[in-house]
C-alpha cells in the first residue's frame, strides 16, 4: 500500500467533491426550488448531504482502484470523515435556505395556512443532536484506535514518550476543535432564524393587541413555530370577521334606535312616555306611537312588541314586523282588523322559521275617551286606579303574530286613564329580569314602583322603573331586552 503525499490525498478527496459540487446547482433546481417552500429546507439538507457523500464515496473508490487502500478499513473512515463534514454543512444550508425563505415571505411571497405536516422541533433536535453524538465519538474512537496502534510501532522511551503523547493529544485536539467550531456555528445559525421568527411573530401579536390587524405571520417552518404562526392568522382572520361583525351590529343598532320614537307624542289628558334598552348590540323589542292620517282623526296607536329569541334574527323580525304593523295601523279598519292584516303577512314570512311576535296594541281616541286594544299573547299591562289603590291586567286570549296566518283576534275597549290613573305596557325583559340569585324582578315589583311614583311624569315614571330593573339584575349583561311604555292620565 502506497503511501500518498499530502496534495496528492487532497487532490483524491477535492476532485471527487468539485465534480459533486458542479452538478449541485441542477439538482438544487429539480430537487430543492421544485418543492414547496416548506419543504425546501429539508430538500436541501438532504442534496447536499448526499452530494458530500457521493463525493466521499468517489475518493474512496479512486484511492482502492488506483492506490489499492482497503475499502473498508481506509475507504470507510475517509467516508465517514467526509460525511461527518456533509451533516454540518447541509444543516448550514438548509438554515440559509429557510431564512432566504423567511426573506421572501416579508417580500409578500408567503404561505400562511398552518403546515399540514409537522416535524416538531423535539424530534428535529434529537435526531441532530444524537447523530452528531454518534459521529462525534466514532471519530474521535477512530482518532484513539489510529494514534493507539500507531503508538504500539513507535519505540517508546522517556525522551520519546512525552512528544508523542503531544502529538496525539493534539490531533485529539484538533478533531474535538473541529467538531466544536462546527456545532457553534448550527447553533448560531439557528439562533438566528429563530430570532427572525420570534421577533416577528411578537410585533404581530403586539399589532394585533393594539388593535392593527392588517398583517399575518409568515408561515416559513413546518414545526410548532408554524403551527402557531398559522393559527394566529386564523386568529387575526376571525378577529377580523368579529370586527366587521360588530360594525355590522353597529350601524344596525343604530337603524333600529332610529326605528324607536324620538319624542313622546302630546295628547289631551295623556302623558306618555317610552323606553327601549337592548341586551345586545341589536335588539328584539319595540315600541310605537302611529298617529291617525285621516283628517281630524286625532286617534293615535301604541305598539309595544316582543320578539322571540336575540340577536339579528331578532332584529330583522323586529323591524319587519314594526313595519307590518305601522303599514296597517295607518289603513282604515278596526283594530282587529289591522293586527290580522299583519299577522297574515308575518306569518306568510317567518310561519317556517319558528320565531313570532307578541304585540300589544292599543288605539287611543281622545275625543270619544277609550282605548281599543288587541292583546297578541303579550304579558297582560298593569292598570293602577290611585283613588282606590287597586291593579288590574289587561289579560288577552290572542295568540303571537306570525304562528298562524288565519287567526281571528280579539279587542276590547276601556276608558281613556282619567287623572292619576297609570297604564304601564312592558315586554318580559321586566318582568323577568333575574338577580344573581336567579330571583325574578316579577310582576309585584313593577306595581310597587307604580304606586310610589304614581304622582310623578310618565317620563320619571319610565326612569324609575328602567333605574330599579337594572340595580335588581346588577353589572352584566342582561338576559332580553326592556321595554316599556307608561300612558298616564293628567288634568285637563
Not at 513507535?154 to 512528544?163: P, Y
Not at 307624542?265 to 285621516?294: H, K, N, Q
Not at 289579560?395 to 296566518?405: M, S
Request: proline fraction near 5%.
Amino acid at each position: 500500500m502506497v503511501k500518498l503525499p499530502v496534495w496528492e490525498l487532497g487532490l483524491i478527496i477535492l476532485i471527487p467533491l468539485a465534480l459533486a459540487w458542479a452538478a449541485r446547482p441542477y439538482a438544487q433546481r429539480k430537487l430543492v426550488e421544485s418543492a414547496p417552500p416548506l419543504r425546501q429546507p429539508l430538500r436541501q439538507f438532504q442534496m447536499d448531504l448526499t452530494l458530500f457523500l457521493a463525493g466521499g464515496l468517489g475518493s474512496a473508490v479512486v484511492m482502492f482502484a488506483a492506490y489499492h487502500y482497503p475499502l473498508i478499513q481506509s475507504g470507510m473512515k475517509l467516508v465517514l470523515g467526509i460525511f461527518t463534514v456533509g451533516l454540518f454543512a447541509g444543516l448550514d444550508m438548509a438554515l440559509a435556505r429557510e431564512r432566504a425563505i423567511i426573506r421572501r415571505a416579508l417580500a409578500g411571497d408567503a404561505w400562511y395556512e398552518p403546515p399540514r405536516r409537522i416535524v416538531t422541533m423535539t424530534r428535529k433536535f434529537s435526531l441532530v443532536a444524537l447523530l452528531i453524538l454518534a459521529l462525534s465519538t466514532a471519530i474521535i474512537l477512530l482518532v484513539m484506535v489510529r494514534d493507539l496502534n500507531w503508538l504500539a510501532t513507535q519505540e517508546l522511551n522517556l525522551l520519546t514518550l512525552d512528544e508523542l503523547g503531544r502529538s496525539v493529544l493534539a490531533e485529539i485536539l484538533f478533531v474535538m476543535g473541529f467538531l466544536t467550531v462546527m456545532v457553534t456555528n448550527l447553533v448560531v445559525s439557528y439562533t438566528r432564524n429563530l430570532r427572525i421568527l420570534f421577533n416577528l411573530q411578537t410585533k404581530i401579536l403586539e399589532n394585533v393587541t393594539n388593535g392593527d390587524l392588517s398583517s399575518r405571520v409568515p408561515v416559513t417552518t413546518s414545526d410548532e413555530l408554524g403551527l402557531i404562526a398559522g393559527h394566529t392568522n386564523a386568529m387575526i382572520i376571525s378577529l377580523r370577521e368579529g370586527e366587521r361583525m360588530r360594525d355590522g351590529l353597529r350601524i344596525a343598532r343604530e337603524v333600529q334606535q332610529h326605528f324607536l320614537p324620538h319624542r313622546a307624542p302630546r295628547m289631551p289628558r295623556l302623558d306618555i312616555a317610552g323606553v327601549s334598552l337592548f341586551s345586545d348590540e341589536t335588539g328584539g323589542d319595540f315600541y310605537d306611537f302611529v298617529a291617525c292620517e285621516a283628517d281630524n282623526c286625532g286617534q293615535m296607536a301604541v305598539a309595544v312588541g316582543d320578539v322571540s329569541g336575540h340577536g339579528i334574527g331578532a332584529a330583522l323580525l323586529m323591524a319587519a314586523g314594526r313595519a307590518v304593523i305601522r303599514q296597517n295601523a295607518t289603513t282604515p279598519g278596526s283594530a282587529t282588523e289591522n293586527i290580522r292584516r299583519a299577522n297574515m303577512h308575518l306569518s306568510r314570512d317567518i310561519g317556517d322559521t319558528g320565531r313570532f311576535m307578541t304585540l300589544f296594541f292599543a288605539v287611543i281616541d281622545p275625543v270619544n275617551e277609550r282605548i281599543t286594544w288587541v292583546n297578541a299573547g303579550h304579558q297582560p299591562p298593569q292598570f293602577y286606579d290611585p283613588a282606590t289603590d287597586e291593579f288590574s291586567e289587561l289579560k288577552g286570549r290572542d295568540i303571537p303574530l306570525g304562528v298562524e296566518p288565519d287567526w281571528m283576534y280579539h279587542e276590547r275597549v276601556m276608558d281613556m286613564p282619567r287623572p292619576g290613573q297609570i297604564l304601564c305596557i312592558c315586554t318580559d325583559g321586566v318582568w323577568e329580569a333575574r338577580n344573581g340569585r336567579g330571583e325574578m324582578f316579577g310582576r309585584d315589583r313593577i306595581r310597587a314602583i307604580l304606586r310610589e311614583d304614581r304622582d310623578r311624569t310618565a317620563e320619571e315614571i319610565v326612569r324609575a322603573v328602567c333605574d330599579r330593573v337594572l340595580e335588581f339584575t346588577g353589572p352584566g349583561r342582561r338576559e332580553d331586552d326592556l321595554t316599556l311604555v307608561i300612558v298616564k292620565g293628567v288634568a285637563r
